[in-house]
Nanobody, 117 residues
Framework: QVQLVESGGGSVQAGESLRLSCEAP????????WGWYRQAPGKSRELIAVHKVGGTTQYADSVKDRFSISRVKDKDTLYLEMKDLKPEDTGVYYCHAVVGVLELDYWGQGIRVTVSS
């Protein structure tokens, strides 16, 4: 069992920044692809950024050039740096990990980000 612990959400004004963290204490080595999804009010959950197991990163068009995903192996932590936040970035952000040879899906509990105009 891999526990994903998210932190760093909150309420900000448009144009401000936030950093989300997702920790997998002691289990980072089990994780392949590791990423962030967002569920905006009334919408389905969407992938916004992923750090692939080979080291490459991918972003949704809506966040490209504003968000940056990074993985720190010795801290078993995934970060999402979010800059120039917009009201449409509002939602619940979920950390997602693909774990082990069976490629099981694990999710964090979700963390809320609210951006006011």
């Amino acid at each position: 069992q891999v526990q994903l612990v998210e932190s760093g959400g909150g309420s900000v004004q448009a144009g401000e920044s936030l950093r989300l963290s997702c920790e997998a204490p002691g289990n980072g080595f089990l994780i392949g692809d590791w990423g962030w999804y967002r569920q905006a009010p009334g919408k389905s959950r969407e992938l916004i950024a992923v750090h692939k197991v080979g080291g490459t990163t991918q972003y949704a068009d809506s966040v490209k050039d504003r968000f940056s995903i990074s993985r720190v192996k010795d801290k078993d932590t995934l970060y999402l740096e979010m800059k120039d936040l917009k009201p449409e970035d509002t939602g619940v952000y979920y950390c997602h990990a693909v774990v082990g040879v069976l490629e099981l899906d694990y999710w964090g509990q979700g963390i809320r980000v609210t951006v006011s105009s």
